[in-house]
Nanobody, 115 residues
């Protein structure tokens, strides 16, 4: 069973930066998009950023200009560079890969931004 493994979360002060990584434990074929979602306590999971197979990126309004999604196909990894972090960015961040047949989700990594 292929899994997505996230890393890079942690505690950071407001204004700081973190880089999240998401690597697949094996080969996943026909990936249409790779993305990052987040879920804060008491809130629904929401899309943060997505990169499609052709390279097109999409960002939620609340992270535009601060977060950057990228990928390294050779390493089968997707990244989320998060700059100018705010306390409201505190959440569990999940990696998602969408294929022709199903979604793959990571286990989540906690990001906590202190004021």
């Amino acid at each position: 069973q292929v899994q997505l493994v996230e890393s890079g979360g942690g505690l950071v002060q407001a204004g700081g930066s973190l880089r999240l990584s998401c690597a697949a434990s094996g080969s996943i074929f026909s990936v249409n998009a790779k993305g990052w979602y987040r879920q804060a306590p008491g809130k629904q999971r929401e899309l943060v950023a997505r990169i499609r197979s052709g390279g097109t990126t999409t960002y939620a309004e609340f992270v535009k200009g601060r977060f950057t999604i990228s990928r390294d196909n050779a390493k089968n990894t997707v990244y989320l560079q998060m700059n100018s972090l705010k306390p409201e960015d505190t959440a569990v961040y999940y990696c998602n890969w969408l294929t022709q047949w199903r979604d793959y989700w990571g286990q989540g990594t906690q990001v906590t931004v202190s004021s």
